[in-house]
């Protein structure tokens, strides 16, 4: 099986480590992965400030840099379902409103892809730790997955996953909510920080890098000795914890 690697702007800059372990496993589940240098950003910053003719030239980009493609899967739930959403960008009956939709129905997050389409749920991974799991809006609300990351959490071996306690809300992320929201977006990212060490769990493990990128900096302000990792190094992981 064939797959291109969305590797998301974040991926690319600050979770170089998620990259590699999602192609790593990927790999190790006997897929053969590439890696499209013409991707770039989704355009999700500009669609959902409202810059929908300038997300358009991006989503014409990403439609032909992933054009031949068997799959497409992505290692950020709130990137992959912008992807998605480029056929609403498009009139119907278009060109490119067909291309766009060819696009959204290969297109994965990578959990999602490897139970439901690889249909895997153990990884043979190990990690020993303590950790609980963020469950990002994009990823359960739009993208609507909600079962497949603890599907394959629950069979590493090793791994005690703990639940979070009010884990259905928002970190305070949300794109450009944070910079056109500061104080509020604050806010609920020390409440979801102070939910995270009431567990009293090691690792903060997540499918989203933005996500993981804006509790991780409260934790790390708040001195809380957390590790956050994204959910693709542990399922990557096979004992070097």
Known sequence: MKVSLFITCLGDIFYVNAGKAAVELLEHLGCDVDFPHAQTCCGQPAYNSGYHQETKEIAKRMIETFEDSQYVVGISGSCVYMLKEYVNLFEDGS?????????????YELTQFIVHVLQVEDVGAYYNATATYHTSCHMTRLLEEREAPFTLLENVKGLTLVDLPNQQDCCGFGGTFAVKMATISEQMVQEKAENISETGANVLLGADASCLMNIGGRLTRNQEPIDVKHIAEILNSRGDS
């Open 95 to 107: 060109n490119w409103r067909q291309r766009a939709l060819a696009l959204k129905e290969k297109t």
